[in-house]
């Protein structure tokens, strides 16, 4: 039988289930690294490389994740120590849990930042600071790279918008699951889901360029793949779902036990994938109308796609519109790695989701003022020869990150017996449940490890 907790909270529906983690998966790298990537890589070639890593890393240990969510019916550091406990497992397994929580605590706490200049950037683009930069007499590129980099060197600004971010995730998440969390996504992912929609058929449909994109994107170019590009393509699959951040067993334990793992899984990869294409199809017409340069990065987001919003006809509407969109993908990934930690406390503690949002929220807010103020006042503060935000950004991407999915794949497909496994899954003894534990016991982990040492050269 299945480990559920009868007064642990549920998700009303599926359909909520998949939006919520969906709005966790999709995130800043679904915007300015995806449709890069894409289309320097083999355009189609890589997609059909990519969709096969999210098949054989990606859905594979967003499944695990979940199901350990589910079946210990708790935060992901109880539903760890649960299982562990149940099975007579070693201890040091526990560390499966913690691993993901102390790694959302760590990159929201940088995340945070950066959804405050995608909060800004919206107000920028509906004042016409955008416009007023390429009419002047700098060059549009030079006065749009020094709107940003003032924007960076202004710590109270960066407090600000800091504050800002978490602020409202702390709202959201305090007022729990349903009241919360599922209001949220109810708004927030529809309103996602319709700008893009918007902005991909404003490209498609004024630009004269939209065919440029496709080609740009989907013409299959297998000689341009290499190597290098699979290795790309899989460091993506694994970062690209949210793996690793304790989001998912967080979102797991909600999940009732009538809903399907396996085919919510399928269906967020799926989402989030198209997410990241239209996102190259909204954003590349633009670039090319414009004959800027297609980057990979914070720049492409807030320097070359400002240069094309404050040419073009009703540039500071579709900016406003397109920072609102990549706000709303940065806020529901950002409540997402605030649940994990929150809702630990609650259960261990016994503390209201409203104490433990606030403790937790003003941990996070104060670590990250590190990241904050570490292009300004700290930015002399250096280890690794990183200022203290790329630290945070490569600890958690290139060690913490990976380790974490590792260990998740080895729990459930070796630790965990067959049999619980297949109860929590809700899955026939065949070729579907088979072909899922052979590729997370002996073929995840490696690629994983394949990740995480592709991180460290």
Known sequence: ???????????????????????????????????????????????????????LIGVPILMAEVLIGRRGGSSPIRSARRLVDQLGAKRGWRIVGWMGVISSII???????????????????????????????????????????????DPAM?????????????????????????????????????????????????????????????????????WNAVLIALGHAFFSLSIGLGAMMAYGSYLPQRV??????????????????????????????????????????????????????????????????????????GISLLEPSVEHLTEQKGLTRWKAAGLVGGFIWLLGIASALSFSSWSGIKLLDRNLFDLFDYLSSNYLLPLGGLLTALFVGWVMPRADSLDELRMKDGIAYRSWRFVLR??????????FLYGLI
């Not at 994938?273 to 987001?301: H, M, N, R």
Request: aromatic share 12%; with cysteine.
């Open 107 to 153: 990159v929201l706490s940088f995340y945070s930042v950066v959804t405050g200049w995608a909060l800004i950037y919206i107000w920028y683009a509906l004042s016409g600071r955008f416009t007023e930069a390429v009419s002047g007499d700098a060059e549009p590129g030079a006065a749009l790279e020094g709107m940003f980099s003032g924007l960076l060197a």
């Open 260 to 333: 399907s793992i396996a085919r919510s899984a399928l269906l967020i990869a799926a989402l989030d994938t198209l997410v990241a294409l239209l996102s190259g199809l909204a954003i590349f017409p633009l670039v090319f109308a414009y004959d800027l340069i297609p980057s990979q990065g914070p720049g492409l987001i807030f320097i070359t796609l400002p240069i094309a919003f404050g040419q073009m006809p009703g540039g500071a509407v579709i900016g406003a519109l397109f920072f609102v969109f990549l706000s709303l993908g940065a806020l529901t990934s």
């Open 1 to 55: 039988m299945a480990s559920t907790n009868p007064a642990h909270p549920h998700w009303s529906s599926r359909l909520l289930f998949v939006l919520a983690a969906t709005g966790s998966a999709v995130g800043l790298g679904n915007v300015w690294k995806f449709p890069y990537i894409t289309g320097e890589n083999g355009g189609g070639a890589f997609v059909l490389v990519y969709l096969f890593c999210i098949v």
């Open 158 to 226: 960066l407090l600000g918008l800091h504050t800002l971010a978490m602020a409202i995730a702390i709202l959201i998440i305090g007022r729990g699951v349903r009241e919360g969390l599922e209001r949220a996504v109810r708004v927030l992912m529809p309103g996602l889901f319709l700008i893009l929609l918007i902005l991909v058929a404003y490209a498609a449909f004024t630009t004269g360029r939209f065919g440029e994109g496709l080609d740009f994107m989907f013409r299959a170019d297998f000689s341009a793949l290499s």
């Open 442 to 451: 002996y073929v995840s982990p490696w690629l994983v490890a394949g990740v």
